[in-house]
């Protein structure tokens, strides 16, 4: 039995996905396990020939869904969550399996980089009103370095030493089986975004760290997951549901009220165009009505 299963989601990922799992196909202590979410470009059949096991969904049920049914196809003690935009060597991989392998461990997560070696900023704090507020009002503009203006951890010190942030970008991320099973995988209420988070936030419920380890490295493209102002209506369903789940009903009014205005603020003065305006105000439909419009299967 494989050590890991490598779990790769993809949905229209012909470009990258082969690049993303032929590496780790070579060895037999990782399984490669592609979820196909009903694509329409041959992905599936773009790694066909390759020694790896495709789950095939006959619908797009969004990410967490694909994740779900691929850890649950495997049987290694360890799954890595792969985008099928992104790069890991297996040294890699096995260096969060150590990192996992603590009891104490729930998650681990490596450090994050562009193709050209920029680091991606992959570490974040769970939400909170002062930032969303913030970002509303354009202030993590005028105070880039103030932690209280932003959610997501931008210090270089941070990515420079082992680290517990409260959550890690889903992007690459390796989970014990034992935890996806006491928590019955992932939300698939999240359609895209935010699962992620969600997933941090209930593992460490349950008693399990999350870490962060520099010393193993992922390559993410990123930005192919489709147009960004189709993407900001979901980011908003998506950190509604969350809001939903984890804050009490005050909170939720108040994260609705801060998702509003900084749809109505970018839809005056954020770049992008009319399309990018048109997002914008997707988005505040989702903040003003009394069930997520998109983005949610829930």
Same mark, same amino acid.
């Given at each position: 039995?494989?050590?890991?299963?490598?779990?790769?989601?993809?949905?229209?990922?012909?470009?990258?996905?082969?690049?993303?799992?032929?590496?780790?196909?070579?060895?037999? =202590?990782?399984?490669?396990? #592609?979820?196909?979410?009903?694509?329409? =470009? @041959?992905?599936?059949?773009?790694?066909?020939?390759?020694?790896?096991?495709?789950?095939?969904?006959?619908?797009? @049920?969004?990410?967490?869904?694909?994740?779900?049914?691929?850890?649950?196809?495997?049987?290694?003690?360890?799954?890595?969550?792969?985008?099928?935009?992104?790069?890991?060597? $297996?040294? +890699?991989?096995? $260096?969060?399996? &150590?990192?996992?392998?603590?009891?104490?461990?729930? +998650?681990?997560?490596?450090?994050?980089?562009?193709?050209?070696?920029?680091?991606?900023?992959?570490?974040?704090?769970?939400?909170?009103? $002062?930032?969303?507020?913030?970002?509303?009002?354009?202030?993590?503009?005028?105070?880039?370095?103030?932690?209280? *203006?932003?959610? #997501?951890?931008?210090?270089?010190? !941070?990515? !420079?030493?082992?680290?517990?942030? =409260?959550?890690? *970008?889903? !992007?690459?991320?390796?989970?014990?089986?034992?935890?996806?099973?006491?928590?019955?995988?992932? =939300?698939?209420?999240?359609?895209?975004?935010?699962?992620?988070?969600?997933?941090?936030?209930?593992? &460490?419920?349950?008693?399990?760290?999350?870490?962060?380890?520099?010393?193993?490295?992922?390559?993410?493209?990123?930005?192919?997951?489709?147009?960004?102002?189709?993407? #900001?209506?979901?980011?908003?369903? *998506?950190?509604?549901?969350?809001?939903?789940?984890?804050?009490?009903?005050?909170?939720?009014?108040?994260?609705?009220?801060?998702?509003?205005?900084?749809?109505?603020?970018?839809?005056?003065?954020?770049? @992008?165009?009319?399309?990018?305006?048109?997002?914008?105000?997707?988005?505040?439909?989702?903040?003003?009505? &009394?069930?997520?419009?998109?983005?949610?299967?829930?």
């Amino acid at each position: 039995m494989a050590l890991a299963d490598v779990v790769v989601v993809s949905y229209n990922s012909r470009d990258h996905l082969r690049s993303a799992v032929e590496p780790l196909t070579t060895g037999p =202590d990782l399984r490669v396990i #592609v979820v196909d979410n009903d694509s329409t =470009d @041959g992905s599936a059949e773009s790694v066909s020939d390759l020694p790896l096991t495709i789950v095939r969904s006959l619908t797009n @049920g969004g990410f967490a869904h694909g994740c779900n049914l691929g850890w649950r196809a495997g049987q290694a003690p360890f799954v890595l969550f792969l985008n099928p935009d992104a790069a890991i060597d $297996r040294e +890699a991989v096995l $260096r969060l399996m &150590r990192v996992v392998d603590d009891p104490a461990v729930g +998650a681990a997560a490596p450090k994050i980089v562009r193709p050209d070696g920029e680091l991606h900023y992959s570490q974040r704090r769970f939400p909170r009103f $002062r930032s969303l507020y913030a970002q509303a009002l354009f202030l993590h503009r005028l105070f880039p370095r103030a932690d209280w *203006s932003d959610e #997501v951890i931008r210090t270089q010190e !941070a990515y !420079a030493a082992p680290g517990s942030p =409260d959550w890690v *970008s889903g !992007a690459c991320v390796m989970v014990k089986r034992s935890s996806l099973e006491q928590l019955d995988g992932l =939300d698939e209420g999240f359609f895209m975004y935010w699962e992620d988070t969600d997933l941090c936030r209930r593992l &460490r419920t349950l008693g399990f760290g999350v870490r962060y380890e520099p010393d193993a490295v992922a390559v993410h493209i990123g930005g192919a997951s489709g147009a960004r102002s189709e993407l #900001v209506p979901v980011l908003a369903a *998506s950190r509604i549901r969350y809001s939903r789940k984890h804050r009490s009903r005050l909170g939720v009014a108040t994260e609705r009220a801060g998702i509003a205005l900084g749809a109505l603020t970018h839809m005056v003065v954020a770049s @992008g165009g009319l399309e990018m305006r048109a997002g914008h105000a997707r988005a505040l439909r989702q903040a003003v009505a &009394r069930q997520p419009i998109v983005g949610t299967r829930a």
